[in-house]
Structure formats: C-alpha cells, structure tokens
C-alpha cells in the first residue's frame, strides 16, 4: 500500500492510474478503522480497480471539544489493518494540508440538517460538507462509498454532489454490527465492557418502534414508549429517537402517510454519544 501525506503527490499517482482507464474508489474515514470500514473497503476493491481510503479527522467538524481530543487514534494500527485488506492508497494528510488557510466556502442544507445530528451537532454538516468536497475534488473517484450509520451525512453528501454536478456514483453501505446488534464505531473503544453491553440496548430500542410502528402505534406514543424502555439502564441518556422519511429525513407524524421511513437514535452511553438507525420498509 502507497502512502501519501501531500495531495500534489497523490493526485500524481492517480492521473497515472486515471492514465490507464483504471477505476478509482474512495472510502472516507477519521481512522480507528473497524469491521465497519472493513466493508466499506471490501466493497470498493470489488467494485473498482485502486482503492483509496483517506484517514483524517476533520477538526472542523467537531462541535465539542472533548469529542475532538478524545476520539481514538491509531495510525500505525490502521495501516496494518488496510494493508491486510489488499488497500491500494491510504491518503493521511496533515490538517495544514487540507485547510492552509481557513475556507471561504459556506454550505447550508435547509430542513435537511435541521432536525437529528445537524439539530444536536452545530456546525457539524458544514464540517463534514467541507471535507468531502475537498476529497471527492482531490481524489476524483468514479465510485465514493459511505455508510447508511451516518444516514443524515449520506442525504447530505448525495445533495451536494447533485448541487455541484460532481461526476461520482456514491454507495450507501449497510451497518455492520456486533452480535449484540451494537453498531460499530470507532467511538466503541471508548466504552467498558459493561457499557458496550448496555449500548446494544440502542439497536432493541429500533427494533421495538419497528415492531410499534407495525402494530400502527401513532408516533407519538412510540417515542414515549422508547424513552420509557431505554430509561431502565442508568448509564444511556437519549439525545433523540425520530421517525423520519428516508429520502427527505422529514419528520413523520403519521404512519398511514408514510413510505420507506428511518427510524433514527443518538444517545449518550456514559460519556460517549453514539448514532444508529434502521430502515424500515412497509
Ligand atoms: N458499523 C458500520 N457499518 C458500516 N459503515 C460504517 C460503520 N461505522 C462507520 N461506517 C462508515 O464508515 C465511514 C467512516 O466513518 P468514521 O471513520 O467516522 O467511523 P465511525 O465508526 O462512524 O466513527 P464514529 O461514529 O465513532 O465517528 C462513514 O461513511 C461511516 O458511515
Ligand atoms: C465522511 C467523513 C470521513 C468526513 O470527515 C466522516 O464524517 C465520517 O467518518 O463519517
Ligand atoms: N461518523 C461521523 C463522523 C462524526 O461523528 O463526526
């Protein structure tokens, strides 16, 4: 695997490859890199012939500082793990690489970061819109593949590369979970073994409002019911519980109009604030 620090010398290597009608894959990451990533990884190499995975957490779009300082980090870790993927490039760039001086893009998404992560997390779209337009302009891949755990991030992607014409196809990839059905997270190894096992109780809560929401409670008494079940464990605090279109990420209120809807989580597990979401078809 090619390493590269300096986008001058990746872009180099990958008008070679581009040269040989090659077809490139990017999958974006913050590193701390998991089965998750694994298949994101795993499906790019499939799909394309060089795989590029980028490793940067993006300073900008944190919203809290801790969140910041304390996300894990292991780059020598990661290298092996791509390395034993079969990864083509890993591009590890320095902040000072990607924001030399600050940018005067701005991004605004309407309604569709006003509820959920963009509602709890300010600035964070803004944050990551700014990002991955700069990757997907740096490394201009054919495919770029995304995970449906940051649902409200992919819609968001999707619509800024149909705002700006970028010419890429994206892939929403599924969730990989532990058997306990716990998402994977790179935030995950910040929990203890018994808040891990508290944590799996986030993925009950989905499946019990699919199960409501297919008994056609109302809506409203689902989230009732959610909060009532997640407040037996002490140590989860619910940050929000929506039942959104999964197109739009509209607000649903009423099951009888609903089509594909998301049923959507973000809770804290100690000090650690963890996201997960289900689709859930009619
Ligand atoms: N369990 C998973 N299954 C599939 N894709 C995932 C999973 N976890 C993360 N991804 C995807 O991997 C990409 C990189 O995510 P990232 O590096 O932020 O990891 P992460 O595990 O989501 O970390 P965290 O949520 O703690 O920030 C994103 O597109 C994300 O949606
Ligand atoms: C897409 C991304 C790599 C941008 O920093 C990040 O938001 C993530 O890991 O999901
Ligand atoms: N996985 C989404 C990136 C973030 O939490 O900042």
Redesign the pocket.
Known sequence: MEVFKEINALRQALNHSRSKSLKIGL???????????A??INQSINETDITVCS?FVNPIQFNNPDDLNT??RDLERDIDFLEKLGCHILFHPSTAEMYPQPSVVKFSFGSLEQSMEGAFREGHFGGVALVVSKLLNIVKPDKA???????Q??IIIQKIVQDLNIDVDLVC?????EESGL???????RLTQPQRDVAANLYKALQLGRELLMNNHDISSIKQEISHFLAQWPDICLEYFEVVSQSTLEKIDNTKSMDDVALCIAAYVGSVR??DNIIYQK
């Open positions: 999958v974006p990451t913050m590193g701390a890199l998991h089965e998750g990533h298949s994101l490793l996300y894990p593949y995304f995970g449906q755990k940051d649902l991030q992919y990839a599924p969730i990989i979970r998402a994977i997270s790179s935030r995950n190894e963890l996201i």
